[in-house]
Antibody, heavy 118, light 109 residues
Framework: EVQLVQSGAEVKKPGESLKISCKGS????????IGWVRQMPGKGLEWMGI????????TYSPSFQGQVTISVEKSITTAYLEWSTLKASDTAIYYC???????????WGQGTLVTVSS | QSALTQPASVSGSPGQSITISCTGT?????????VSWYQQHPGKAPKLMIH???NRPSGVSTRFSGSKSGNTASLSISGLQAEDEADYYC??????????FGGGTRLTV
């Protein structure tokens, strides 16, 4: 069974850095792209970017390019989403999801709530 | 790129059928057969309901179906049940190799 388990909720101050994780299991991790999706409070889904665990090839949405970094560590079947300087507007739930079927997210993590507040 | 356009809300009575539209451009919905639909219940992660315009993943009810005409894709749900009440999002591959979601539609049963 494909499973994605995300790291726990975070509370940070503006200006701080953060790296959240998404651990995959139950499938061949290096073979399927993993993406990240933002959901701001009470709002819809926003596609942030996607990474190929096999070669770390990454594509970002223009809206998120330069704002976050997506990375992966194959040896521990884990993908990451990282901020160097958090803003209050980064407050949201962040989901990771795996793309097994062409260009669709078949399985999702449980979400990580990131709260940025002074 | 701009989000795909979905109606903010739709409603139907149990047993009835509804359709949710998802309008994009020739650079996304109209250009590729890579439209997917997701169901999200409050406080839960999204769930894939349709991929590749009209394909149902294993385990998804046959009451859910998808189609596309030009730049508009549609999700239809027949025999509405109370458990179908949720938010629904469409998504499409785009000409820049990214993906884009629709704004979401709240279905009330």
């Amino acid at each position: 069974e494909v499973q994605l388990v995300q790291s726990g909720a975070e509370v940070k101050k503006p200006g701080e850095s953060l790296k959240i994780s998404c651990k995959g299991s139950g499938y061949k991790f290096s073979s399927f792209w993993i993406g990240w999706v933002r959901q701001m409070p009470g709002k819809g889904l926003e596609w942030m970017g996607i990474i190929s665990p096999g070669d770390s090839d990454t594509t970002y949405s223009p809206s998120f390019q330069g704002q976050v970094t997506i990375s992966v560590e194959k040896s521990i079947t884990t993908a990451y989403l990282e901020w160097s300087t958090l803003k209050a507007s980064d407050t949201a739930i962040y989901y990771c999801a795996v793309q097994v079927t062409a260009y669709a997210f078949d399985s999702w993590g449980q979400g990580t709530l990131v709260t940025v507040s002074s | 790129q701009s989000a795909l356009t979905q109606p903010a809300s739709v409603s139907g009575s149990p047993g009835q059928s509804i359709t949710i539209s998802c309008t994009g451009t020739s650079s996304d919905v109209g250009g590729y057969n890579y439209v997917s639909w997701y169901q999200q219940h409050p406080g839960k992660a999204p769930k894939l309901m349709i991929h590749g315009v009209s394909n149902r993943p294993s385990g998804v009810s046959t009451r859910f179906s998808g189609s596309k005409s030009g730049n508009t894709a549609s999700l239809s749900i027949s025999g509405l049940q109370a458990e179908d009440e949720a938010d629904y999002y469409c998504s499409s591959y785009t000409s820049t190799s990214t993906r884009v979601f629709g704004g979401g539609t709240r279905l009330t049963v």
